[in-house]
């Protein structure tokens, strides 16, 4: 099994929290993420990944959060079956600078993250890092 390590980033802003999506050249929108490579923890290949794809290195991430999905896909007649692990990150940066992986980026607040997010199962991520983020009182 594949396995990748992504952040769901966000920054809070007077206008209310941002969460930050990539436009990959595959044509979908979805979090920072990428393959582990030997010898890295997945908080390390989050925080590689990220500085990769975005330029962004100033982040901290929450204690708390580790969600997990799983999917199958088909590379070269082959059936790959893949492990994605996200995590929630806050950062203070605005600023992007996209790796040739992806097309755009955008911050958007939450409603308009989850119509934007390709999949379902980013989206369902989406909503539980929310739901901690915004814990009801």
Request: charged share 30%.
């Amino acid at each position: 099994m594949e396995k990748s390590v992504g952040l769901v980033v966000y920054r809070e802003t007077r206008g209310g929290r941002l969460y930050l999506l990539l436009h990959y050249r595959g044509g979908h929108w979805d979090f920072p993420k990428g393959h582990v490579e030997e010898g890295e923890s997945e908080h390390e290949t989050a925080l590689r990944e990220l500085r990769e794809e975005t330029a962004i290195a100033e982040v901290e991430i929450l204690e708390g959060f580790r969600e997990s999905v799983r999917y199958s896909f088909r590379r070269n007649s082959h059936s790959v079956q893949k492990e994605v692990v996200y995590y929630i990150a806050r950062t203070e940066c605005s600023e992007v600078c996209l790796s040739d992986e992806h097309q755009a980026c955008v911050w958007l607040p939450m409603r308009e993250a989850v119509s934007r997010i390709t999949f379902g199962n980013s989206r369902r991520v989406l909503r539980s890092a929310e739901k901690v983020l915004s814990p009801k009182t």
